[in-house]
């Protein structure tokens, strides 16, 4: 399977999945990372490990719809099956996702339904909850709305801040991406109407539900 990461930043999950895929444990192959920002940090690691990178500004379209149209384009080209949001800082919109139907995922610093949108894990800690997490979630047309995957819950420890919560979410999120792409790629993902279904998989314990198996 021909997959298409999109990155804005650092490129951490981008990482994982690479890794995962060069220890064997996901049977696919990262085509493209593609990126809206010229200057991110995860460019020098994909060409490090020899992925080739696409970079395209969106200062040079006229609208989300227009931008999505030409990086459409580009994944055809590249012949993707799926893509995989790892920090892409751009709502996607239905130019791209409809073409795409349940083959977009994206992972969230927070269990969604909580939290959607930016400064996730600041909002967890000023609300004071207790548990927070990380989703992995199908792309839908909402922000975040889209059916989820897998989560994993972090306990919030009262004296928690937002980058000491983000630290600790994003350990679990190095787990549960890996994992969801495995899934899909092994074609265990099943979609029906709100709800994913992990066929084999073990739904019965914490902290990851679908329990995690290879990460």
Known sequence: MRIAVF??????????????????????????????????PVIEKAKERGIEVVFLSPSKFES????????????????????CLAGYMRIVTPVLIEPFKHRILNIHPSLLPAF?????????????????????HIVDTGVDTGPVVVQAAVPVDINDTDKSLSEKILRWEHRIYPQ?????????????????????????????????EDF
């Open 7 to 40: 990155a804005s930043g650092r490129g951490t999950n981008f990482e994982k999945i690479a890794d995962g895929i060069v220890s064997g444990k996901i049977n696919g192959e990262i085509a493209l990372l593609f990126t809206d920002r010229k200057e991110a």
């Open 64 to 83: 989300r719809e227009s931008y999505d149209r030409e990086i459409l384009n580009i994944l055809e080209r590249y012949k993707i099956d799926l893509i």
């Open 116 to 136: 959607p949108g930016l400064n996730v894990q600041k909002k967890a800690v000023d609300y004071g909850v207790k548990i927070s997490g990380a989703t992995v």
């Open 180 to 212: 969801a792409v495995k899934w899909f790629v092994d074609g265990r993902v099943k979609v029906v109407g709100r709800k994913v279904v992990i066929e084999g998989a073990d739904y019965t314990s914490l902290p990851a539900v679908p329990a995690l």
